[in-house]
């Protein structure tokens, strides 16, 4: 099988320039349908690294993204605020991003990391190997997270839940009204 | 080694975004970018050359079963993509309050300490 | 809030049951092709919320009340740890312990699939509420709440 890493470079540059079209520009609708165009791209790029299941959760979600940003935006205000030149948090990202480098350097130069490609799989292995005897699943990355580690998805479903109840307790309206008891969620 | 690079560019476009813009829209657009970044990096760790996804079908040697891609980063983005999902409900909906209690969008007004 | 135009609600009369029968069938196989639990919550969720946005509030809180929605997202969350204490028959939290059948078939590997189902209506049902409390917001201008001298 040839190498994918033409089309990965191809939709890693699309997705570096549709996030610098959804910050550098001034309308908000237009941000949004960039930072969406961004997701669907990484979809896509799911796709083309070998992780079917993330594709299908990842595509679905950025639906969602899109229609909760403009739901939750756009019908308000649609002005843009006078642009500024911020020095510092130019300054303190760009310290930030040489930091990353230099942690890069540190980690690639002395070949603790793997190479793109060549994943080291020491858990894996056994998951993969012993995936379908053990629980019957045909697909292995749904016997790892719902049988070989169940506690994780437990730890998920909670902070899921949380941050929805969280979302729903900003958005309930009660109190008082001119003397009168209101409580309507 | 490149691929590397660029998930590293985009995270800190996503970080700046967050930190130097003041319409608080485009502080979330920044979380949301940075989401992205992160998921990409776990799975690009988990690639094998020439590898298939990860789904076992009837009759697959054992051979066959060398070339699976890794499933674990697989496993974490699952929920990571999901739990990104609820957050950004939750900065949505503290958006909306913030505007009705403010009248703007924009952060220095809002950050103004009122007597 | 208002629904959408003629056209809009028919086509959505026709579709939003194949939308649910195709994330049930996400749901249901994902221990065997790509998907499970999660895509297939949101892709259910996705349902309920064209039919909110098309037709309306009213019509979509009939379909799915909102005492309905917080009873299944905590009965989906709790049938999860349930499962889960189940195990400790066998031995282990989280064991594998309901019967397997061959592999391949609809109805193999044990909990996964119980775990699948509960996760989906929980990851559903929320999502579903949440939209729902952000367009059915009723918005009060900043100029009413200075006139009520709630600010």
Redesign the interface.
């Known amino acids: 099988m040839e190498s994918i890493t033409p089309q990965l470079y191809t939709l890693l540059v699309f997705m570096v320039i549709g996030s610098v079209i959804a910050i550098e520009t001034r309308n908000l609708l237009s941000a949004v349908i960039s930072v969406s165009a961004v997701g669907f791209a990484l979809s896509v790029a799911f796709l083309f690294l070998g992780a079917p299941d993330i594709a299908i959760t990842q595509l679905v979600v950025e639906v969602l993204v899109l229609v909760i940003l403009i739901r939750g935006t756009i019908l308000i205000d649609n002005t843009a605020i006078e642009a500024h030149r911020d020095t510092l948090a130019l300054v303190a990202s760009l310290i930030f991003f040489g930091m990353l480098l230099g942690f890069g350097a540190m980690i690639f130069g002395s070949r603790g990391f793997p190479e793109f490609g060549e994943p080291l799989m020491r858990v894996s292995k056994v998951y993969v190997h012993t995936g379908l005897p053990a629980t019957y699943a045909a697909n292995i990355v749904t016997s790892v997270i719902l049988d070989f580690r169940g506690y994780d998805t437990l730890g998920e479903a909670t902070v899921l839940f949380t941050s929805i109840l969280g979302a729903l307790a900003i958005l309930r309206r009660g109190g008082k009204v001119s003397g009168k008891e209101v409580a309507t969620t | 080694m490149t691929v590397y690079f660029l998930c590293a560019v985009l995270l800190t476009m996503g970080l700046y975004c967050l930190v130097a813009k003041k319409n608080i829209v485009k502080k979330v657009i920044g979380v949301c970018i940075m989401d992205y970044a992160v998921n990409l990096y776990l799975i690009i760790i988990g690639y094998k050359k020439g590898g298939i996804a990860p789904i076992v079908e009837p009759g697959m040697s054992a051979e066959t079963l060398e070339k699976f891609v890794d499933p674990l980063p697989q496993a974490l983005v699952l929920t990571s993509i999901v739990i990104g999902l609820g957050v950004l409900a939750l900065m949505v909906s503290m958006c909306i309050r913030l505007y009705e209690r403010h009248g703007t969008f924009d952060m220095s007004q809002i950050s103004k300490l009122r007597g | 809030m208002k629904g959408m135009t003629l056209i809009v609600r028919t086509v959505t009369d026709f579709v939003v049951g194949f939308i649910v029968v195709f994330g049930a069938y996400?749901v249901l196989y994902?221990?065997?092709?790509?998907?499970?639990g999660?895509?297939g919550g949101?892709?259910v969720?996705?349902a309920f919320?064209l039919l909110l946005?098309a037709h309306g509030g009213d019509v979509a809180y009939s379909k799915l009340p909102?005492r309905v929605g917080h009873l299944l997202?905590s009965s989906g969350?709790l049938a999860?740890?349930a499962i889960?204490w189940f195990g400790l028959i066998g031995g282990y939290?989280?064991m594998?312990v309901l019967g397997?059948?061959?592999?391949?078939h609809l109805f193999?590997?044990?909990?996964?699939l119980a775990?699948?189902i509960a996760?989906a209506f929980?990851?559903g049902s929320?999502?579903f509420?949440?939209?729902a409390?952000?367009?059915t917001?009723?918005?009060?201008s900043?100029r009413a709440?200075i006139e009520?001298?709630?600010?």
């Open positions: 996400i994902g221990h065997l092709t790509p998907g499970g999660f895509a949101v892709i969720a996705c919320i946005l909102e997202d969350a999860f740890l889960a939290f989280f594998n397997k059948g061959e592999p391949f193999s590997s044990g909990s996964i775990y699948n996760i929980k990851v929320s999502l509420l949440v939209f409390a952000l367009a917001f009723r918005r009060r900043f709440m009520d001298e709630l600010l």
